[in-house]
């Protein structure tokens, strides 16, 4: 979906989200900047629709209005000159890994990338990835598209092959990028998540996106998203962003269509 | 002769076991008859004592004497000379420090009920007066001001007056800063907050939402784009927490999340409003400020059983507001003075089960005067809570101070200002309110922002 959105457009960085009202009564909801167009001043949001907000969202149509669009907000990624750097990205993950990865290859590093699904549908921006990567390599469930599997099976085949990585950036449900981080920590490659809490205003104002990394409590939404994963507590972001499972179903059923 | 009773005209409030369970105004108002005659208990004085003890000196006897007459027009006239929300500070000051609390009334009986009557006027105000037309005479000049609380909304008010356009940036989508996110309806309404807002945006001030200043635009390139002057009052929004294990345990919150959740998304209209606001059975805020008995009675509120305040100091530092204290108390909120946190415990899914806390005793004065508590050793004890509310305490965001080069401030984040222009230490570049002096008041927030308008004005007229 893309966005007119000139205060964002102009400003943005890989790395940055916005947040979303897509009704007056609307929830804020946080969305990666996948894309943007200084000159046509648009930002282009790419989402799963998982619950009721992003559901309203998708009935959007071309032209349609939203409440409120604001941003660009967390720090932007910091991208280093490597020698050959693996993007690693899980189901929507790919989205935001599109332009940190992209940036990369601007800035001459070869990357390889991983795009893992439940099942072919699932696997988002290959073509677009294609358009940069040396090898992209696809990794689903139920073996659709690619390797079944999971995206840590590629990740451990290539490192057996004895690909050298110096770099890996992982963004996809936490649950992968902790075992990604258990497989880059044995090998000693750093490894940059990006970590998406329950967040309300994305200024730093509530507290409620906080996550222990390094054993001191940050912000994500100003002090991230992106974070060493080597430091991120990811148990404890698992069961922090479980806190409103039960309203959540509620309001999607209750609101929903 | 001044009525000599000793006690204010009560005021007319919701019944504590009703209000418990709505979010609709605790206090009522005053009627005219009732207004009318708590003004006659003023005694006129010649030095003013309440004036002085108020931080935007409201004309206060001025006023008084215009609501003995019944002429309640004339007395918003004198209120708003010095005081552009009335309808706010009426409610929201604590007026026990300040106004009220220099009146001589105040000396054997009650004070003066200054801040009723002032509500009063403000609201009948509101529902009486038509809006009047006013024309400005513009004079080419741009003013930007960063964020649409109390302090950012009163320096575009007097600018705008002054002939300058002024256009707010707010970070979130709506205005009002602590007034629409942070207060709860029973006790500030939104919709008078709205309208307040709205008599500003009527005078011609722009207000332009959703743009976070250092991050969709900086203040320097504000400045490029022809703002001769930019004021920052973008508050003191950043929670702080107890460092304590276990703060980060699900069903624990900052009573800024928990108040944004309920006032800003509507929480309290789940699953209307599709934000979710978690409240357990058993709730313990810790803190005991306004922020803290905001959140507890709106747990009450929510359906929770049993709701502490847990505060290290005993009662007399508690920091809240008298009435907010008293409210509080009558709606069955417990109340746990010298008692301190030391831990938060979680069953195995991670969610809040327990909170440990240490029994304190007051110690000798520290260099505030103040008796510092001191833990008794051995009195460690277990409360079975399921939410936990941390309200102790907010400092300015960091993120205006980092993307403006040149800005000189406080070690704790505070933005180092001239006392008398509230000019910091870059040119054309004023702040006040929370952002400046950390947590603190509406009024001084308002205070700061009059200030401020007043040195921009004459800085650009030269
Ligand atoms: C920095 C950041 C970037 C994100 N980028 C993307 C993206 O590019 N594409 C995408 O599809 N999703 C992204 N998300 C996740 C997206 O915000 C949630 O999927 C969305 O809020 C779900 O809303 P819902 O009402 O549809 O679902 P719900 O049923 O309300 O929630 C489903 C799940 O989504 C998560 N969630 C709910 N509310 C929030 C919230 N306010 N903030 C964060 N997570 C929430 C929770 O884990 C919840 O269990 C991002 C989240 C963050 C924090
Ligand atoms: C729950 C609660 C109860 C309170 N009760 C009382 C009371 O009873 N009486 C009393 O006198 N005081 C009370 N206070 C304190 C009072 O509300 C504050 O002192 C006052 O609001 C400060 O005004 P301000 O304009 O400086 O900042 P705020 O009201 O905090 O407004 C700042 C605004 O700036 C915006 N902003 C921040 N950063 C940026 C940015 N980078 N770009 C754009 N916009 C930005 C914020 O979103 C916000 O809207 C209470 C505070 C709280 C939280
Ligand atoms: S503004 Fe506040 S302190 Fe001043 S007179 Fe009114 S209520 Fe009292
Ligand atoms: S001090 Fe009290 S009695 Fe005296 S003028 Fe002020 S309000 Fe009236
Ligand atoms: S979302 Fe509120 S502080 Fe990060
Ligand atoms: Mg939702």
Redesign the interface.
């Known amino acids: 979906m893309e966005i007119h959105a000139p ?2 457009a102009r ?1 943005c960085e890989p790395g940055q989200f916005i947040i979303i ?1 897509v009704d007056e ?4 909801v946080p969305l990666t900047i996948a894309d943007y167009d200084r000159e046509k001043e648009t930002v282009t949001i790419i989402y799963q629709v998982v619950g ?2 992003t559901e309203l969202l998708s009935k959007k149509k071309e032209g349609d209005y939203v ?7 967390g720090q932007p990624s910091i991208l280093h000159k490597r020698e050959r750097v693996l993007g690693v990205a899980g189901g929507v993950g790919a989205a935001p890994l599109y332009p940190q990865l992209r940036k990369l290859a601007e800035m001459g590093v070869p990357v390889d990338v991983i795009i893992g699904g439940k099942s072919a549908e699932f696997v988002i921006l290959k073509e677009k990835f294609e358009e940069f990567c040396e090898n992209v390599f696809i990794a689903t469930d139920d073996g659709s598209l690619g390797t079944k599997g999971f995206v840590t099976n590629v990740l451990e085949d290539q490192i057996a092959k004895g690909v050298k990585y110096d770099e890996v950036i992982a963004i996809g449900p936490l649950i992968m990028m902790k075992n990604v981080v258990k497989i880059t920590k044995q090998h000693d490659i750093p490894t940059m998540v990006s970590l998406n809490p329950i967040m ?2 994305g ?6 996106c ?3 990394v390094g054993g001191e ?1 940050k912000f994500a939404c ?1 002090d991230g998203p992106d974070f060493d994963g080597f430091q991120v507590d990811f148990d ?1 972001c698992m ?2 962003q ?3 499972r ?3 179903h ?2 999607k059923i ?2 929903g269509k | 002769m001044a009525n000599m009773s000793p006690n204010k005209v009560a005021m007319p409030e919701q019944d504590p076991n009703v209000r418990n369970k709505n979010f609709k105004e605790v206090a009522l108002g005053y009627t005219k008859e009732m207004a009318m005659e708590e003004a006659t208990r003023c005694l006129n004085c010649k030095n003013k004592p309440c004036v002085n003890g108020c931080p935007v000196n409201v004309p206060i006897p001025e006023f008084i004497e215009k609501v003995a007459a019944g002429d309640f027009e004339g007395a918003y006239e004198v209120i708003t000379s010095e005081n552009a929300l009335p309808a706010i500070c009426g409610r929201v000051c604590p007026q026990e420090n300040q106004c009220e609390g220099k009146c001589v009334r105040g000396i054997k009986g009650e004070p003066v009920g200054i801040g009723r009557m002032e509500r009063f006027v403000a609201d009948y105000h509101m529902a009486n007066a038509e809006p009047a037309e006013v024309s400005i005479e513009k004079n080419g000049k741009k003013v930007a001001v960063v964020g649409c609380g109390p302090a950012g909304i009163t320096c575009a008010g007097e600018l705008i007056k002054k002939g300058y356009e002024v256009t707010v940036f707010e970070a979130l989508h709506k205005p009002g800063g602590v007034l629409s996110y942070g207060i709860p309806e029973f006790r500030l309404p939104k919709d008078l907050v709205a309208k307040e807002i709205e008599s500003v945006e009527n005078l011609g001030v722009k207000i332009e939402t959703n743009v976070i200043v250092g991050r969709s635009v900086t203040i320097d390139e504000l400045m490029e784009d022809g703002y001769e002057a930019v004021f920052v009052g973008s508050g003191a929004g950043l929670p702080r927490f107890l460092n304590i294990p276990g703060e980060n345990y699900l069903g624990v919150y900052s009573a800024n999340e928990f108040l944004t959740r309920v006032n800003l998304m509507k929480g309290y209209e789940f699953p209307e409003y599709p934000t979710p606001v978690k409240i357990g059975k058993k709730v313990a805020v810790v803190g005991a400020g306004n922020v803290a008995m905001d959140a507890a009675r709106t747990a009450k509120r929510l359906g929770a059983d049993e709701v502490y305040i847990v505060y290290r100091r005993s009662e007399e530092e508690a920091p809240a507001r008298l009435e907010e204290l008293h409210h509080a108390k009558e709606e069955g909120i417990i109340f746990k003075f010298l008692n301190n946190p030391v831990a938060i415990k979680a069953n195995e899914d991670g969610w809040v089960e327990k909170m440990e806390i240490v029994k304190q005793e007051l110690g000798e004065p520290d260099a505030s005067g103040r008796r510092s508590p001191v833990p008794i050793e051995g009195s460690n004890y277990d409360i079975d809570v399921d939410t936990v509310v941390i309200a102790i305490g907010q400092s300015p965001n960091p993120l205006i101070r980092h993307t403006t080069p040149g800005l000189d401030v406080q070690k704790w984040g505070g933005i180092i200002v001239d006392e008398e222009t509230m000019e910091s230490s870059k040119d054309g570049v004023y702040a006040g309110g929370d952002t400046v002096t950390g947590a603190a008041t509406v009024i001084l927030a308002m205070g700061a922002g009059k200030k401020a308008a007043a040195a921009i004005d004459k800085k650009l007229r030269g």
Do not use: H, N, Q, W
């Open positions: 205060f964002v400003k009202r009564k609307g929830e804020r009721y907000s409440a409120d669009f604001v941003g660009p907000l309300i205003d200024t730093g104002m509530c507290g409620g906080r996550v222990t409590t100003v404890e069961k922090r479980t806190m409103f039960e309203e959540e509620e309001c209750g609101r």
